[in-house]
């Protein structure tokens, strides 16, 4: 599966953007699918994950009651949407796909987007 990740931007600390994730290939229902964000000179970090069918989603702590990820499966799309953002969150956020293993280990995951930037101004 090939994935595109769109939507980022730059937004000031309080505001909110949403990110969406496009899949390519009739399989992508069969994939648990997560965000990840990799600050500069940092390494990548989990941010959120969702199962296949979409009725179990799995957060960060940093990012818990105001990040939330859905999916469509028959759009093959993938959604974060993202409130109340911090400087803090500033980072290139991938979107990525996982056939199995635990969801916040970047390892697990089988397939990757090339990541859109995220930039919160104080």
């Known amino acids: 599966v090939q994935l595109q990740a769109s939507g980022g931007g730059l937004v000031q600390a309080g505001g909110s953007l949403r990110l969406s994730c496009a899949a390519s290939?009739?399989?992508?229902?069969?994939?648990?699918m997560g965000w990840f964000r990799q600050a500069p000179g940092k390494e990548r970090d989990f941010v959120a994950a969702i199962n296949r069918i979409g009725d179990s989603t799995y957060y960060a702590d940093s990012v818990k009651g105001r990040f939330t990820i859905s999916r469509d499966n028959a759009k093959n799309m993938v959604y974060l949407q993202m409130h109340s953002l911090k400087p803090e969150d500033t980072a290139v956020y991938h979107c990525?796909?996982?056939?199995?293993?635990?969801?916040?280990?970047?390892?697990?995951?089988?397939?990757w987007g090339q990541g859109t930037l995220v930039t919160v101004s104080s």
């Open positions: 990525a796909a996982r056939s199995s293993g635990t969801y916040y280990i970047v390892s697990n995951y089988n397939y």
């Open positions: 290939g009739r399989t992508f229902s069969i994939y648990a």
